[in-house]
């Protein structure tokens, strides 16, 4: 072999070398210093944990589907769980919630998928962030398990209906409304006028069923009966703390914690995969040029283009 | 094949790319042989490359992925981008009144792709010292591929026998084209885009 040859095979031997040195580089670096470290780590792809966020005031957005088809709102949340439950990977669902509550329909449809997948045997564990009150504990109590906060503000067992009455200053303005109608009550809960003693009766009615709805399905998902709830289920506000003492939650732990008792329920190893919701990069994208961070996020100017009295599971401080 | 390869050539044909291309570009168009060994060239290049990419980015196991079934996708990409841009030099050189040789042309431009099998070392060596290596590598990929460039357009010259100014402008019009296409295309995808949203 001539001498260039050989200064040419020196140099692929020397490139073979640097290929090696650093693929042991890479191996080395992967696999950290700790204990643990050394065991080589696969692809997330095995059973694991879902995650659904009930993030905010919950309501069905009226907007729909974005211009690039991603939903929002209550209708994502129940897809989103949906998804989970058609996925053969997951075993168990950690229903993250962060809400004042919400629209008495869109709180239900969300009761009702969670509800279906813990038919499924699907575990359910709902992790309570700073707030889960009215429609936000409503959604909670669906789940297999309670994990609250020691300071998240929940509770407020109880249904609303606002309506502001400007008669006064309608009058002060000298502005008076035409109302051609159908029915005596067919303008019912309007601004404009005094509330009559048969509609507050009508709308008292509708309050009345969708809180004994509430009571109801709050006992079935708790497994402790009415009478034992509705004690504490006049409103009011508790902490995380309190509610463990009225057996309205389970345990007192962080989001983590949650998602420990998930896997724990479940039956699965410590360290299997977490699938969160929206982990695509363009997907985030997309949902920000929407103007959202989370499925959950209702475009409230969307939404509040309803700007009508609803009766709603939530906590109104 | 087996003779050929038995035969050592193929060690002058990488000494050529880096001592002297206008030899290798008359060496390849004596040897027919030599195409397909030089499509190990890209193959070589593209491991190369994925390791040189992995040493500076954060490492997980997806480093496994890569190396085992990522440098194929990268193979081929190199592939089907030297076949492209070798058919567009051989339409610029025969716009320019040369002889059309397209089989030459991607022979040229596999060999003249092995000065990247460098990037590696240099890079780690950067990277073990932790010394700007993004930068380097940057830095040099442009070296070598300005390197590449010069090879392929050595080559050229030595195969129309045209003028190092003229093989230059053969090698050049077809980036331009296609960095023209490109660039319309970017324009008109924006304005779709942008079009869309606020529709």
């Known amino acids: ?317 | 094949m087996r003779e050929f390869l038995k035969s050592l050539v193929w060690i002058d044909y990488i000494y050529m790319v880096f001592t002297d291309p206008r030899k290798l570009a008359a060496a390849l168009m004596r040897e027919s042989r030599s195409l397909p060994l030089g499509f190990a060239v890209p193959a070589i290049v593209s491991i190369m490359e994925v390791l040189a990419v992995s040493i500076l980015g954060s490492q997980t196991a997806f480093f496994y992925t890569k190396i085992t079934y990522g440098w194929i996708l990268c193979c081929v990409l190199i592939v089907f981008q030297n076949i492209l841009i070798g058919s567009l030099v051989d339409s610029a050189g025969q716009a320019l009144g040369y002889q059309g040789n397209v089989h030459n042309i991607v022979n040229i431009m596999n060999y003249s792709l092995f000065p990247r099998v460098l990037l590696l070392p240099a890079v780690l060596i950067f990277s073990v010292f932790n010394f700007a290596p993004v930068f380097f590598y940057v830095l040099f990929s442009l070296a070598l591929f300005v390197w590449s460039a010069a090879i392929v357009i050595l080559g050229l010259s030595e195969m129309h026998s045209a003028a190092l100014h003229r093989a230059a402008v053969v090698f050049i019009m077809p980036f331009v084209l296609l960095g023209g296409v490109t660039f319309f295309t970017m324009v008109l995808t924006v304005i779709t885009i942008v079009g869309y949203i606020t529709a």
């Open chain 1, 1 to 317: 072999m001539d001498k260039n040859r050989k200064i040419i095979v020196s140099i692929l031997i020397l490139l073979v070398l640097s290929s090696v040195l650093a693929i042991i580089d890479i191996s080395i670096t992967m696999q950290g210093t700790g204990r643990d470290a050394y065991r080589l780590r696969s692809p997330e792809t095995g059973p694991g944990v879902g995650i659904v966020r009930v993030y905010g005031p919950i309501a069905i957005d009226t907007a729909g589907a974005g211009p690039f088809g991603v939903s929002y709102g209550s209708d994502a949340i129940v897809e989103r769980l949906d998804e989970l439950s058609r996925d053969q990977r997951i075993k168990a669902v950690v229903v993250r919630i962060n809400s004042p509550g919400g629209t008495v329909a869109a709180t239900q449809e969300i009761y009702d998928k969670i509800m279906r997948l813990r038919k499924d045997n699907i575990v359910l564990v709902a992790s309570m962030g700073e707030l889960a009150a009215s429609g936000g504990y409503y959604v909670a109590s669906a789940c297999n398990y309670i994990m609250a906060n020691h300071g998240t503000i929940t509770g407020s067992i109880g249904v609303i209906a606002v309506s502001p009455n400007l008669k006064g200053l309608f009058e002060k303005l000298g502005i008076r409304m035409n109302v051609i109608k159908s029915g005596r009550y067919k303008d019912l809960l309007a601004s404009y006028r005094d509330l009559g003693a048969e509609e507050r009766e009508l709308i008292q009615e509708i309050i009345d069923s969708s809180y004994k709805k509430f009571l109801a399905d709050v006992s079935l998902g708790r497994n402790i009966p009415i009478p034992e709830i509705e004690p504490v289920a006049d409103g009011r506000v508790m902490s995380g703390e309190t509610a463990l003492r009225h057996r309205l939650v389970d345990e007192l732990g962080s989001y983590e914690t949650a998602l420990a008792k998930a896997r724990a329920l479940a039956k699965l190893p410590d360290d299997s995969p977490v699938y969160d919701e929206v982990t695509n990069p363009i997907e985030r994208f997309l949902m920000s040029l929407q103007g959202t961070k989370s499925i959950a996020d209702i475009r409230l100017d969307h939404h509040s283009l309803y700007n009508l009295p609803v009766v709603e599971y939530r906590y109104q401080p």
